[in-house]
């Protein structure tokens, strides 16, 4: 397999492991362990494959198409840039599952964290790796979401849920925006594609949409990587499990915002504005997040604050424009991955030992815990910038660059004291952590009696704190090839000098260094006691949270806002909100077709067949008399709505369209089943009406006949003249001529939904779906209870509807509505079945298809309720509704995937003449996989809907008949 094809493998393997972890049983925690850690080795070593490949600036493309008129394709391109993070992505997700194996507890759902830790790892590494601005875009909201799931995976704890929602929101709304920043910059260059926009600098730096789409990918990377002032979501992510602590806040989720950042460095960077932007941006969250860092008394808090703070030094480094900047920004990324990833572990099993993770209770663990301890020890020292450590080589590029004039403003002249300032105060934290955790008196009440963990999972903290030690001390011959590659795929032409000694003589870096040093280690011993007794730390701590700010937005939002808006414009009643709906869509209508010359003309009425007018005359009749009957008898309503629904089926066959006609009446037949058994559980309504309150609901009735006169008349106008005016080119004869030569069918109506426009098909099954789904919720939700009557009284009204006996007291069964036996029903079923096959089967050719055969299909489970009951259809059919839904989308997308193995755009069809013995010549598509995804949907939505409301029709008859026995029982 080429390199081309393994990146597809490599976003492919981690989805595919998430599949397979969550349909494991919910005590294999070590196959969950076993199968997430084969996928992270497998997709390591690929990653690691490509080296030679991008070792000199090489490019690895794997291209396939999807819109390509649009520039939209499925493009996945790997660097030296992105090659470094899939190996940060891989090879830490590797260690994170050794140690997630023994962290998380067998009671926990752990086939679900594995499942959630996999889809976030493909999430990553598609969006590190993709070659499209809009592809990117996708796989950035991707990670927002998994990291969601992973925040929120102890969902039973408040904290976790608000955590989850918080960082959800926050990263959410930047993707947003920096979705509509990257439209703009594929606006300003002409294309997504990544090379095309790297390649295009100074276009997009003169263009005027310039600035905001700068402002809006700025939103997006600075929400993701929690800069001032988005960065109070990352503490409160902390009630996560550690090892998902561990993965998304060292080498994953908080690095895709400065991985952006670089990634765009070559064509946002250089101009005021991202100077002014970024720069103050990042010596603001550098300042403030090692500042809170001192005051934390949670392990995990400390740690998340001080990855703030090593964020906005990247940010700083990335703000400046210079090359060997850039390069420290991306050195320090790779140094920060490992030391934060070794000590968000050891924070770990520090919680997981002791049982706590508050400082004020830890102290003298060193005698407990000697190897633990020591790792962490030096995994803090990295942090802190101690020499010989890899986070001491990054520290001093920053010191050196902060030190050089780059656009000659008051911030360059702040930047060696800021760095100055908040490298002590990370020596300050780190100091700390150290000291209070590890040393001094023993502690006393711990929840657990501390003691080293098991090897295996203390053997991730240990590579990860050997690569600080090699790279701290022979960077040039460990890490040197592979920040060369990140860098020149970076600035390209651009790359500048520079070197990786640990030793550059006595300068003002090393002055910098320590004086951070040492002012790190006095600030420590001064504010000592403070920090034993402190609860929430200074004044400016307690203003800076951003937390109560974001609360206070989200209660203005969500609760004010809302409830104005819900109390003027909204209401529980669902004819003001149709009637809102319509008259929208009637405005927006409107004033597009008359602004733009709309001139329909008057119908003529030569030519019209009397016959054809006369059925026309008998549905309108069928619609009047429906909203009529609606106010008295809702089954006659029905009855007549059905008429209407009839002659429109009728028209269709009128005018040709015998596709039209079979979908109408096979939709009409279920449609007026499920609104009948819905009709059955309606509130009764109200006899008795208030004279005084005539008038009003007469005007009410006239304003709701002349909105529903006015749309239709104007959508008959709209029909009118489309039919009639002449065009010499429209699209039906491009369709016409390419219907069997391209898509294989002489049914072009069919041959249009499943090819030519098979993807509107995907999208139109899909929202099916959800609106099966959804309602099902719905009347799950709002179900009558039946909650207040005792056991006894419930089990004999339930062994008596269970039996299906015409007991009155009980109320009406299934059965007191059958017009025809039921065994007839029965014996229909497998008829049904073979209609269904047939129509289904000829689609492509002949009137018929996937959307018919399913509603087909669908009829059939409905007469065997009718027939049989609830009982019948659930015990012996085990319909699975929600299986059909899947697999059929499943189906439908898998056929479109398929056309991507032989280089062809999602969806793209293939037929041909297949030699059946004793038939014949048949021909087959590959859209007919397609339909029987459609007709596998269908039939699932359309059944989903039945339960849901046959269910609903159960409860209340079993609610009469409580309430009837209970009034019983009280007389």
């Known amino acids: 397999m080429n390199d081309a094809n393994l990146l597809l493998l490599l976003?492919?393997?981690?989805?595919?492991?998430?599949?397979?972890?969550?349909?494991?049983?919910?005590n294999a925690r070590n196959g969950e362990a076993w199968l997430s850690g084969g996928v992270a080795v497998a997709a390591f070593a690929i990653a690691a494959s490509m080296f030679p490949e991008v070792a000199n600036g090489g490019v690895v493309r794997r291209e396939i198409e999807w819109i390509p008129e649009l520039g939209l394709n499925f493009t996945l391109r790997m660097d030296g840039f992105a090659w470094m993070f899939s190996m940060l992505i891989t090879g830490i997700g590797l260690l994170v599952v050794i140690y997630a194996r023994y962290y998380m507890s067998p009671k926990d759902p752990v086939p679900r964290f594995f499942s959630f830790l996999l889809a976030f790892m493909g999430a990553m590494q598609g969006m590190v790796i993709s070659g499209n601005l809009i592809l990117l875009g996708i796989f950035w909201e991707l990670t927002s979401i998994f990291s969601f799931l992973l925040i929120g995976y102890?969902?039973?704890?408040?904290?976790?849920?608000?955590?989850?929602?918080?960082a959800l929101i926050i990263t959410g709304v930047g993707g947003l925006g920096l979705l509509v920043g990257l439209i703009l910059i594929g606006h300003i260059v002409g294309s997504y594609d990544l090379d095309v926009v790297l390649a295009s600098g100074n276009a997009i730096r003169n263009h005027e949409l310039y600035t905001p789409a700068l402002l809006l990918v700025l939103l997006g990377a600075l929400t993701k990587?929690?800069?001032?002032p988005f960065h109070f979501w990352l503490p409160n992510a902390m009630a996560a499990p550690t090892p998902v602590s561990a993965y998304l806040h060292s080498a994953t989720m908080v690095k895709a915002g400065v991985f952006l950042l670089a990634r765009l460095w070559p064509v946002l960077s250089g101009t005021d504005e991202w100077f002014l932007i970024v720069g103050i941006t990042g010596m603001a969250t550098l300042l403030l997040g090692a500042y809170f860092a001192i005051f934390q008394q949670d392990l995990k808090g400390l740690l998340a604050y001080s990855t703030i703070?090593?964020?906005?030094?990247?940010?700083?480094?990335?703000?400046?424009?210079?090359?060997?900047?850039?390069?420290?920004?991306?050195?320090?990324?790779?140094?920060?991955?490992?030391?934060k990833a070794s000590l968000f572990m050891a924070a770990g099993i520090i919680d997981h030992e002791a049982g706590t993770r508050d400082m004020r209770k830890l102290s003298g663990l060193f005698s407990f815990l000697p190897i633990t301890a020591t790792l962490a020890m030096v995994a803090s020292a990295a942090m802190a910038g101690v020499p010989l450590l890899n986070?001491?080589?990054?520290?001093?590029?920053?010191?050196?660059?902060?030190?050089e004039q780059h656009h000659g403003s008051i911030i360059d002249g702040m930047a060696p004291y800021a760095a100055t300032i908040a490298s002590a105060f990370a020596v300050a934290y780190s100091v700390r952590f150290i000291h209070t955790v590890f040393f001094g008196p023993k502690p006393v009440d711990l929840p657990r009696e501390p003691h080293e963990p098991p090897h295996w999972m203390r053997l991730p903290i240990e590579l990860l704190v050997l690569i600080c030690l090699i790279v701290g001390i022979i960077p040039g011959m460990t890490v040197g090839p592979y920040l060369h590659a990140a860098v020149v795929a970076v600035l390209g032409d651009r790359t500048p000098e520079y070197s990786l000694a640990v030793w550059h003589g006595i300068n003002t870096p090393l002055i910098m260094s320590t004086v951070a040093l040492i002012g790190g280690v006095l600030l420590y011993l001064s504010l000592r006691t403070y920090l034993a007794r402190g609860e929430d730390g200074p004044p400016l701590f307690r203003e800076l949270q951003g937390k109560r700010i974001f609360e206070r937005i989200l209660v203005t939002i969500s609760w004010r806002w809302a409830r104005w808006l819900e109390g003027h414009l909204g209401t529980r009643r669902l004819q003001p909100q149709l009637r809102l709906v319509v008259s929208i869509a009637f405005v927006a209508a409107l004033w597009p077709l008359f602004a733009g010359g709309f001139n329909p003309g008057w119908p003529s009425l030569a030519g019209v067949d009397p016959v054809f007018a006369a059925i026309w005359a008998v549905g309108a009749i069928c619609a009047v008399g429906a909203a009529y009957q609606a106010k008295y008898h809702r089954l006659a309503a029905l009855i007549l709505m059905g008429g209407a629904g009839i002659v429109t089926c009728v028209t269709f066959i009128w005018f040709s369209a015998p596709d039209l006609a079979v979908t109408q009446l096979v939709v009409e037949i279920v449609t007026t089943v499920l609104i009948l058994l819905g009709l059955r559980w309606l509130p009764k309504r109200i006899e008795k009406v208030d004279n005084s309150a005539r008038p009003i609901a007469r005007m009410r009735r006239h304003r709701d006949f002349f909105l529903a006169l006015v749309c239709g008349t104007g959508m008959t106008m709209i029909a009118y003249a489309i039919m009639t005016t002449p065009s010499p080119d429209t699209i039906a004869d491009f369709f016409l001529t390419r219907a069997y030569t391209e898509g294989g069918g002489t049914n072009v109506v069919n041959v249009i939904l499943v090819d030519f426009r098979g993807f509107d098909t995907f999208g139109e099954i899909t929202v099916l779906g959800i609106v099966a789904l959804t309602v099902f919720a719905l009347l799950r939700r709002f179900r009558p209870a039946a909650d207040s009557v005792g056991v006894p009284e419930q089990q004999r009204i339930q062994n008596a509807f269970d039996d299906e006996r015409p007991d009155r007291e009980v109320g009406e069964t299934v059965r007191d509505y059958l017009l025809v036996p039921s065994v007839i029903m029965q014996w229909m079923f497998p008829v049904i079945i073979l209609l269904a096959a047939y129509v289904f089967l000829r689609g492509h050719d002949l009137p018929g298809g996937g959307f018919a055969a399913g509603i087909i299909m669908a009829i059939g489970f409905l007469l065997q309720y009718i027939g049989g009951g609830t009982?019948?259809?659930?015990?012996?059919l085990r319909i699975l509704p929600v299986r059909w839904i899947g697999s059929g989308l499943l189906l439908a997308a898998f056929t479109g995937i398929g056309a991507w193995l032989f280089g062809m755009p999602f969806l793209t069809s293939y037929f041909q003449y297949t030699d059946i013995p004793f038939i014949g010549k048949v021909p087959t598509a590959s859209a007919l996989l397609f339909d029987l995804g459609v007709f596998s949907l269908v039939v699932g939505a359309t059944v989903l809907m039945l339960i849901a409301l046959a269910h609903q029709s159960v409860r209340s008859h079993r609610v009469r008949a409580v309430e009837a026995a209970k009034a019983e029982e009280d007389a």
Do not use: C, Y
């Not at 990587?225 to 001032?228: G, K, L, N």
């Not at 990247?314 to 400046?320: E, K, R």
């Not at 009982?871 to 012996?876: G, I, K, M, S």
């Open 871 to 876: 009982r019948w259809v659930e015990d012996r």
């Open 11 to 26: 976003i492919l393997l981690p989805f595919m492991g998430s599949a397979l972890a969550a349909m494991l049983p919910g």
């Open 225 to 228: 990587s929690a800069q001032f």
């Open 391 to 403: 986070g001491f080589l990054s520290k001093e590029m920053f010191f050196a660059e902060t030190l």
């Open 154 to 166: 102890w969902h039973h704890n408040a904290a976790a849920r608000d955590g989850a929602r918080m």
């Open 309 to 339: 703070s090593h964020l906005g030094l990247i940010t700083t480094l990335l703000s400046l424009g210079s090359p060997l900047a850039a390069v420290a920004a991306i050195f320090h990324m790779m140094n920060h991955a490992t030391f």
